[in-house]
């Protein structure tokens, strides 16, 4: 490497490290304890580095008079990339929905905000060196409304089974999906069944594609509410989750007692792992 060329990758390894600290000093509301909104909901929030170098999970649970609203985004990206992603999408839908007004139309300031944090993420991160797969839900008159990008699944558990009610954007998705609808093969699809490969993800241009909720889930009470990175839901078993989400305890417990799982799990490979843990407690 010449002096000019080391020159300038330390240059840019300084400016993202300042994008870093950026948003390692940024207001973080309500993202790293557990807590409660009015009397009808609980929450609460953990991650685990695994075996990784860096922490590219991040999330946000942020309480209005209107409901509430968390977010979880699991970054991609060398150099620190990927963590400067997650939190940039974490902070753009913090601010979106801080505005009161966002509660009254979900799908609409939903879609703003996923397009919010793709712009974000491409302004802070040159040559698509950072993404992000993001989820979010909203919780408004014990109605739960939810979008998703890449694969942060979003579960509901009610009745003693976790089920989850996003698909996710990965290549074996996608060949599910057009192998219903009749646009591939038998054959071709299972050849792709095993590939998890992302085809969709917040921090790229012309990113357009979000899964949203058809309509609003009801919630009675009782029902729990996750959204997990990949490096929880693939390393510890749903009826795994579901015994867990089956003890006592509070929601930030909970949240705690299912990290716990991916750190005592045997693999030598751990992913970053995270779950953010709602609770509906009764009618709003």
Known sequence: MTIPEYISAMLCAVGLMMIVLRFCMADHRNTSRGGKCPYW????????????????????ILET??????????????????KIASRAAVEVFKDIFDDENAFYNPQYYLRKAFQGANREILSLIE??????????????????????????????????????????????????KQYTEGKLSRQDA??????????????????????????PIAL?????????????????????????????????????????????????DKDNASVAVLKIKGKK
């Open 127 to 176: 040559d698509g060196h950072g993404q992000a797969c993001v989820a979010a839900v909203l919780i408004k008159d014990n109605r739960l409304y939810y979008a998703s990008a890449g694969n942060v699944k979003i579960a509901v558990y009610r009745n003693k089974e976790l089920v989850p009610v996003t698909e996710g954007h990965t290549i074996s998705v996608l060949a599910k």
């Open 220 to 268: 009675n009470g009782g029902e729990y509410i996750l959204l997990m990175s990949d490096g929880m839901y693939e390393e510890v078993r749903w009826k795994e989750m579901e015994d867990c989400l089956e003890q006592e305890g509070t929601c930030q417990q909970k949240a705690f007692a299912l990290v716990e799982l991916v750190n005592q799990s045997d693999s030598e």
């Open 65 to 82: 008079q209107e409901g509430i609203m968390a977010v979880l985004a699991d970054g991609m990206g060398k150099h620190y990339g990927g």
């Open 190 to 215: 299972a050849a792709l069944m095993e590939h998890h490969r992302l085809y969709n993800y917040v921090g790229q241009d012309g990113f357009r594609d979000i899964e949203f909720f058809d309509t």
């Open 41 to 60: 909901c609980e929450y609460g929030a953990s991650k685990t580095i695994g075996t990784r170098e860096v922490q590219e999970d991040e999330y946000g």
